[in-house]
DNA sequence: TTTAGGG
DNA sequence: CCCTAAA
């Protein structure tokens, strides 16, 4: 078999470090209180902020707590052995968790294909396995790696005995780090499917509490000359990966718009356009359409099938590679504007993990998990721990809030050795801007350094060296040029795309709120987020910066070690790589589908006889004056549509039955008025000639 | 804002 | 229904 040499980096998500202090309304429900009147604020703004923000604090929390993280961690791990069943929210690790970087972890292999990984043995992959990271005491074990002023350490989490990642397949893939102070690598056998759970707690975080961080495969596979980068947040929450992919067909075709499982028809899109500049990498990503409405003739009620919509756009002349994945496994996908997913119509989103506690219990469960991936949950039907809806329940008039990370949809990037660091940064921006909608930079971190010379090349920086890819990690830096993120398209405005009550904006300069809707179902924390779709929230106060958020951003950018990838590539999720639109804030919200009444059509039809086509506005003021739902261009797209219903088969046709006398009438009507269209541009015609 | 079309 | 280029 041909042998890669490539290298692959996996991101499979950005640990941010604790963002303190949500505020929120003590009175019941849990309304998170504005503090600002930005109601109008963009959840990219938020996330562009929190990301900012917790590039200060991941500073000089690593710094100062050093040492108290271990001990913690010892107290943790005694914590919960002797009380599995502790409700997350008493555990005193909750309240001592906290993120202070980013980790990095990469798996080094030679594999030929990265997805047989599954089935191959373990000599076709080698290399350090990826790290798996545990950065939330409730639901992430193992260890971290951080980079903390240019050193990177390794750090043992709190519930770190606890291996419950369904390291997705890879076998002697991934491995653990463990003990605060070693960096060695412990290797874990795991069976393709296999959750692994070393005891109740990890059950419960694996199960009910699945965390797409966990479950990502990494690896990292070499190949021609080229290094693949691949940022991943685990879409696949709920399970294995089922999917199996194909990254070779991935990264050669183009033409495989359906990778396995894609049952939907997808489109292009075109939103996302990497830029020119990107030279002879070569591009591509894997997008997912627009899921909620993939199929037009679909039924509304009826489920789309979620799963694995995948959409990947190829641009010839781009030669990077990128796959966005994201939201695979979520249930209410089609509903997405229902759920306003902000930054990622993915699983969840932007964010991975938020804790949420009480002034000074701090707790992190359920409100952490939540956020993963509460869709699917409440389509399984899992429940929340009630500590989840009680931590929120505070006397205290305020909430701190934490975020423990952020997922970013699955990127992947190959580039050649030869490629300068300014270009990987350029490819990794362009993967994260996609998702993010720019706002921020990249900065490069590899061996514990910050790689900030752009022209050197990435063999001349060490970072083709296949062993010393654990190294590398990125940055996410607020981007200098950027105060404030670009609002979408639509001016989204607001994190929250539904019309109930913004519950989260940002408070103040420095202080953001990321909320992740989606819980809505499970989490009745945010009972009156429903239809929220953000991630995550964090919510810090505005006491904590000084200094207006934009500048110590700023400020801080060139130290931040905020984002380092984690895990490496997972060679499966190249293929299927569902993608959100980028850029653009879901504040909108669909209309809803209101199929047109037989009575209706027929005034719709009598209309058009009398005024023909082309005359919209005055049909709907005609006909429609009254139906205030109706636009003239709903006129015209339920025209068009009879026009096509009366010219299929009445086997064909869905919903409420037109009668066929109506449907012949509009065929009259619209030959009528097609042909004297027709005729009034003869005439046209004849006459500009004339002229002429 | 309207139209016209593609998605 | 949405999104947009054009008019």
């Not at 420095?510 to 179902?521: K, L, W, Y």
């Amino acid at each position: 078999m041909e042998l890669h040499k490539r290298l692959d980096y996996g991101f499979i998500g950005y640990q941010v470090p604790h963002i303190p202090r949500a505020t929120r309304s003590a009175r019941g429900r849990g309304n998170i209180r504005k503090k600002s009147d930005s109601n109008e604020m963009c959840a990219f703004d938020l996330l562009t902020t929190v990301a900012g923000k917790l590039l200060l604090e991941g500073e000089s929390t690593s710094n100062s707590s050093g040492k108290d993280q271990s001990a913690v961690v010892k107290d943790t791990i005694e914590t919960v052995k002797e009380d599995e069943d502790t409700p997350l929210k008493e555990n005193p690790c909750n309240e001592r968790c906290q993120e202070r970087g980013f980790f990095i972890s990469q798996i080094v292999s030679e594999a030929p294909v990265i997805n047989h990984c599954l089935s191959k043995s373990t000599d076709t992959l080698s290399g350090p396995a990826s790290v798996i990271t545990s950065s939330n005491c409730s639901e992430k074990l193992g260890s971290a790696e951080q980079f903390i002023n240019g050193e990177r350490k390794t750090e043992n989490r709190n519930c770190s005995t606890k291996v419950e990642h369904e390291l997705s397949g890879c076998r002697d893939f991934s491995s653990c780090t463990l003990g605060a102070e070693s960096k060695k690598q412990v290797k874990l056998d795991l069976s393709n499917d296999a959750t692994i759970t070393t005891n109740k707690r990890a059950a419960v975080c694996s199960s009910e509490f699945p965390d797409p961080w966990d479950r990502k495969r990494s690896m990292l596979v070499a190949s021609d000359n080229t290094v693949k980068l691949s940022l991943s947040t685990d879409p696949d929450p709920f399970g294995s990966f089922p999917v199996i992919r194909n990254d070779v067909q991935l990264a050669n075709k183009d033409d495989d718009e359906k990778s396995c499982g894609c049952t939907q028809p997808s489109t292009r899109n075109k939103a996302f356009r990497p830029a020119p500049r990107v030279g002879d990498w070569r591009m591509r990503k894997l997008q997912a359409s627009k899921y909620w409405e993939v199929n037009p003739q679909s039924d509304d009620e009826g489920h789309v099938n979620v799963d694995n919509e995948t959409r990947h756009v190829y641009q010839k002349r781009e030669n990077v590679y990128m796959n966005e994945r994201s939201q695979r496994d979520f249930p209410f996908k089609k509903r997405k504007l229902y759920y306003c997913n902000s930054f990622s119509n993915s699983d969840g989103g932007s964010s991975d993990g938020i804790c949420s506690s009480p002034t000074k219990d701090l707790n992190r469960d359920a409100s952490g998990y939540s956020l993963a991936s509460s869709g699917a949950r409440a389509a399984s039907g899992t429940s929340i721990p009630k500590g989840a809806s009680a931590s929120f329940r505070s006397n205290d008039s305020h909430v701190k809030l934490k975020i423990k990370s952020f997922r970013v949809p699955e990127l992947f990037v190959e580039i050649p050795e030869n490629a300068t660091v300014g270009s990987l940064k350029r490819t990794v921006m362009e993967a994260v801007t996609a998702i993010l909608g720019g706002g921020l930079r990249i900065g490069v971190v590899f061996q514990g350094k910050k790689v900030r010379d752009d022209s050197k090349t990435l063999s001349q920086a060490g970072i083709s060296h296949d062993d010393k890819l654990d190294g590398l990690g990125f940055t996410l830096e607020p981007s200098p040029s950027r105060a404030s993120p670009p609002l979408g398209p639509e001016g989204c405005s607001r994190v929250l795309p539904c019309e109930t009550p913004q519950p989260l904006t940002r408070c103040s300069p420095g202080s953001t709120i990321i909320h992740n809707g989606m819980q809505r179902e499970t989490y009745n924390a945010f009972p009156d987020h429903s239809g929220t779709t953000l991630s995550n929230f964090i919510e810090s106060d505005h006491d904590s910066a000084p200094s207006p958020p934009d500048a110590s951003l700023e400020k801080n950018a060139a130290d931040s070690r905020a984002l380092v990838p984690v895990a490496a590539m997972d060679a499966e999720a190249l293929a299927v790589v569902p993608m959100r639109k980028p850029k653009r804030c879901e504040t909108v919200q669909r209309r809803i589908r209101r199929p047109f009444s037989v009575f209706e059509v027929e005034a719709l039809v009598q209309a058009v006889e009398k005024l023909g086509t082309g005359r919209w506005r005055d049909v709907k003021m005609r006909a429609f004056d009254n139906a205030k739902h109706r636009t003239y261009v709903d006129l015209k797209d339920k025209w068009k549509t009879l026009v096509h219903t009366a010219r299929i088969s009445p086997q064909q046709r869905r919903g409420e039955p037109v009668p066929q006398e109506l449907l012949d009438r509009v065929l009259i009507a619209h030959a009528y008025w097609s042909q004297q269209q027709a005729r009034q541009q003869m005439k046209h015609q004849s006459e500009t000639r004339l002229l002429l």
